[in-house]
């Protein structure tokens, strides 16, 4: 598998990106804006693009940058975000979501990226994709604002399964710290399994259990445990990789969304309160904007699914260009990188212990995988 | 229990508040600091403080504003924030923490506030004050800065327990709408129950079967049932209060205080960036100083424990002087309205249907207490 990948990498080739077109809370018309504004940052990049030709036709041929780049696939049905995942999984099939999958399946395309219903893009890149061998449960993986160096932190699962036990919790730590390395350039990551508190004693059983697990196989898999670490530490910077389950995880991120909007509609309101603090905002105009972009989520916009046959990058459903433009920028970095491919290398070394029951004790000696995924 | 808090309640009787003197990160001085800013704010208030004597008592001397208000219970043991619960249980009677419970068990005081270890602090609150008749899992509730009106939510469980299943849910519902109703002066409560989307068929199990519950009791309690959340409503205006375990509850608090950390400090940053953005911080002092007392975690200080037979609040382990008086006033004004008395009554109103198995339908004719609990 890796010597395939190699093949698909000389620098010069071009990465095709597959983009359902549809879905997203902005319509096609965002979509196509966001795959204008990464045409324009990267001359490596390619598009297939899914979704009523006729509708895209007119958004696409009016951007000079897309000549020649965008391939169409020519669907009818879009997947809403009403939409049962499991509804969809039987009649998904004329549906630009399916077929935004179908292109990376068939090879034809790198990567995927859609703004849509994420239960259903879940749903539907297993069932196309197929999860890796070993892999119990794929992971959504997002990046989150932090005080470390790299300035995010991975967080995974934020809402691919609402269920983790102890051994999906050792999957999301393995996949999660391939991300971080891969994603973030850290050579040996630091995982924090997130819990109620700190101290051993605390916690679900699942998480205990998890803590002995991650634990056992942080200098096979190379990575270092910092144990339990707190919601606090989400943002923080004592680890680099946050493991949980999706319902938590998910309620975390969305909290920490809700938190910082609130927090910018009130600064906002503060800098119009009176003569004195609207001079103040023109004066400061530059650090905030810069503090803005610091923490602007559209910039990180994408999570991740880890744990399938191929790169899928859920974009938020509300994404506007620049988040759309983030998504593939993340869909094409991954592609580049050759990252399913280490991702499955990865999980491959550790199949035997996540199939096995009972958990057995891992062998310190076992010749694992060497390269860095 | 009605009639003995009407007996306690003329306007001019001092309320006394027990404090535990131990246990916080920034030890006594904190605390007395505390009860002096509280003391100085409200002539109707006292203190029984529990520790170590010897050391609490120059402290308090220095203070004219605490002259004649200050009874002292010596005792020289502490709970440290290491501590197992269980192991406090056991072993805590000549600790502090115990002491402060102990005068509200035998009714010489009408609250306790501690900011010492939270686990060990609701097992000995459930050990000597004992859950209300029909309680199964007591809850912490705390007030979250919010788009509502009144400026905060109620969310609960934040971590007394990390465990909830449907019924434990429902009488959070209860419990959080007595709150709302008694602590922010709202008629009718309108209750969100924490889930990872707002679609009724997502989520766990027990969420689903809590949802039904929920709504089912919405008219006997007096509350409005808005049916699921997302983490992004915690601090939103769809729901006053918010209901959820105390595992997803904890991490989604901490979250938010991180984020909300991370982007304060990024703030300061960039007022200290350039000439103009230090200028800009001199100019803005004011709507900044509004905001951040909007904001602060410190004025809103204090976990209130719902469902035992007395008022606890936890205050925050780093509380500071503000922090720390904040609890107070919060221990104060739900001893002066009585709440525990009204929230016992609302309780055992539904104590029928917490208790039988299976959960049996609501009877809507049936007669319910009509205090505004």
Known sequence: MTAQTDQKRPGSRRIIISVDAMGGDAGPSAVVAGIVKSAEKNPDIGFILHGPQQQLEPLVSRQRTLEGRVEYRDVADVVTMEDRPSHVMRNGKGTSMWSALESVRSGEADGAVSCGNTGALMALSMLRLRKLPGVNRPAIAVLWPSRNPQGFNVMLDVGADIRADARDLLQYALMGASYARNGMDLRRPRIGLLNVGTEQHKGRTELKEAHGLIAQFAETANYDFVGFVEGSDIPGDVADVIVTDGFTGNVAIKTGEGTAGLIGDLLREAFKYSPLSRLASVLAITSMNRLKKRIDPRRVNG???????????????????????????????????????????????????????????????????????
């Open 303 to 373: 999570g991740v699914f880890l744990g399938l046959n191929g790169n899928v990058v859920k974009s938020h459903g509300s994404a506007d260009a620049t988040g759309v433009s983030a998504a593939i920028k993340l869909a094409f970095h991954l592609a580049q990188s050759g990252f399913a491919e280490k991702l499955a290398a990865r999980v491959a070394s550790t199949v035997e212990l996540t199939q096995d029951d009972p958990i057995p004790a891992a062998n310190p000696d076992q010749d694992h995988n060497e390269g860095q995924a």
